[in-house]
């Protein structure tokens, strides 16, 4: 196979061959096969592909003419614009999922930031609650249910609440835990009781604003002969969209 890798003797090859190809530096192996610089096949070769690729675009034409494989200037002028013209294209439709694969892998890590950030407000906020019942319940029997703060759900629906002093103190169960939220809150709360020595505080949001509650965490207080204990966070993990 006389594929003419080697010869540097530019005598007899016109003038507009002795440039840089991009059509074969492009293509690679798959341009040397239709041209016949069978050397060019070393460009599927791992280790080799980059160079060889460079190699064929500084000397595959003039390679391509010596086999006889460019017999008309113009029709490969033609063909060459072609090649790359049809590299660029499926260039571009491989490069365009990629973006959207990428975009939406950082719309998920905002949204999931965003949403972790909203949750951590209902973690500390029971938190400290249960905290505040249970050196409550030391004191006596638990308090009955609360109302929710705030009433209802579409007040915190995509949105903050903003409560004031009176939400916490006009209701045994904030009072006497000493809970007063003075900030605005994504979650609405309330004290659920079981039992005069058990209950859990709750908390529920409606972060996409769709009406139903799509966060929930629950935080309970258990009391035994006056002793009262705090019990492990519960659902504190996204929910199931």
């Given amino acids: 196979m006389d594929s003419g890798f080697g010869r540097n ?13 991009w059509a074969a530096f492009l293509w690679g192996g798959v341009w040397a096969a239709a041209y016949r610089v ?17 190699i064929l675009g500084v000397r595959g034409a003039q390679w391509a003419y010596r086999k006889g494989s460019i017999p008309d200037l113009a029709r490969y002028r033609s063909a060459q614009r072609t090649w790359v013209i049809v590299w660029a294209a499926l260039s571009v439709f491989a490069i ?8 939406a892998m950082a719309i998920y890590g905002v949204k999931k930031y965003v949403t972790n950030a909203k949750r951590a407000e209902a973690r500390s906020s029971l938190a400290a ?30 949105k903050k609440y903003q409560s004031t002093s009176s939400d916490w103190s006009s209701q045994a169960a904030f009072a006497c835990s000493g809970f ?29 604003a769709d009406g139903i509650a799509d966060e929930a965490m629950q935080q309970g207080v258990r009391c035994t002969a006056g002793a009262c204990e705090v019990e492990l966070l ?6 199931p969209r």
């Fill in 180 to 208: 007063a939220s003075s900030g605005p809150q994504y979650f609405r709360y309330r004290w659920l009781q079981a039992t005069s020595e058990s209950g859990q505080f709750e908390a529920e949001a409606d972060l996409n």
């Fill in 129 to 158: 609650m249960a905290k505040g019942m249970a050196a409550c319940g030391a004191r006596g029997d638990l308090p009955p249910t609360s109302a929710w703060v705030p009433s209802d759900l579409s007040a915190v629906g995509g």
């Fill in 9 to 21: 003797d530019e005598r007899g090859v016109p003038q507009e061959l002795q440039g840089f190809s």
């Fill in 96 to 103: 365009i999922p990629g973006i959207g694969v990428v975009s």
């Fill in 38 to 54: 069978w050397i060019g096949l070393f460009a599927f070769v791992p280790i080799f592909g980059l160079i060889m690729n460079v």
């Fill in 234 to 239: 519960l659902g504190d993990s996204p929910a």
